[in-house]
């Protein structure tokens, strides 16, 4: 089973182009998720996604300012284990100067141990995936409106294999009320260098979603998230997801994404205190490959 999960470790989060037909999408770490509140509600609250890593989803998002009086400064630290040992590791930050916000992501993704066999028995060597994704964006406020770009800088290697390029991403949100937000994003629009003399072809994506926030009384508040994203290589992802809110402190979530193979129920939880909020992620996976598990770190000043 361990040399199953790692093949299929590296299929998804590597281009797998020495194995497959020219313009076989690669990158597939940029269609994982990326913190652990998104994942514990299933990404459905990606279109409108308030934390740095909006960078990769719906740069827009970088002109929400979740502090309370503070000074609009915002990092965070995000680590995911995923299939067969894999970890996936993200800095992220976002500030706003001018009324013009800015953000930045590094994302980190690693499969250990994927064996080489050439004939039946032992495995005769082994080697690692890679990845390393960076981004910048720029957001600003139009009244009800944000709108928001974003450069990703890509790099991934395959044993000795190397391939690395750009893209972009853009996006909108819109708040036609208090408690409503809608999000439209598109992104991953870009080329990279060929692996093995083939072409990789990047997942470019479309995603749209929304949030509707009820208060219950002066301590509780729940959040309804519905949300859908689509890739070039087809299929629409449809997903939904909840927050329980307790005065902002204690929040319980939960979400369930359609169209995967691996993934359905996904599981979370946040704490606030002050200046800093962790939130935790548990996806259970299909197939016996165990579950997903993210922690989230944020210092919002």
């Not at 502090?67 to 965070?76: R, T, V």
């Not at 039946?120 to 944000?146: E, H, L, Y």
């Not at 359609?258 to 259970?284: E, H, K």
Request: proline residues 3%; without cysteine; negative net charge.
């Amino acid at each position: 089973m361990k040399y199953l999960n790692s093949i299929f470790a590296f299929l998804i989060l590597a281009s797998s182009t020495a194995f497959s037909q020219a313009g076989s999408a690669g990158f597939q770490i940029l269609r994982l998720g990326y913190s652990a509140r998104d994942l514990s509600l299933a990404n459905s609250a990606d279109a409108i996604t308030k934390e740095p890593i909006a960078v990769f989803i719906n740069p827009a998002g970088l002109a929400s300012d979740e502090s309370e009086n503070g000074i609009g400064l915002d990092f965070m630290l995000t680590h995911r284990t995923y299939i067969a040992g894999t970890t996936i590791d993200l800095f992220g930050t976002r500030f706003e100067s001018g009324g013009i916000s800015f953000g930045t992501s590094l994302l980190l993704s690693s499969v250990p141990d994927i064996e080489v066999r050439t004939v039946p028995g032992d495995p005769q060597a082994t080697f690692s995936a890679k990845d390393f994704v960076f981004a910048a964006g720029v957001a600003r406020k139009f009244d009800k409106m944000d709108i928001g770009v974003s450069a990703t800088y890509l790099y991934e290697k395959l044993f000795v294999y190397e391939s690395q390029g750009f893209a972009f991403n853009g996006g909108v949100k819109y708040s036609p009320a208090q408690n409503i937000e809608l999000g439209l994003s598109a992104g991953n629009f870009g080329s990279t260098t060929a692996m093995l003399s083939q072409t990789i072809a990047l997942p470019i994506f479309l995603r749209v979603g929304g949030s509707y926030t009820k208060t219950l009384d002066d301590n509780f508040s729940v959040t309804g998230f519905l949300g859908a994203a689509t890739y070039k290589s087809g299929g629409i992802t449809p997903s939904v997801g909840a927050e329980f809110n307790y005065q902002n402190i204690l929040k319980l979530r939960a979400g369930y994404a359609s169209g995967s193979d691996i993934t359905g129920f996904s599981f979370g939880a946040g704490v606030n205190y002050n200046f800093l909020r962790f939130d935790y992620s548990y996806v259970p996976m299909k197939l016996d490959f165990g579950n997903s598990q993210t922690f989230t770190l944020s210092f919002i000043l």
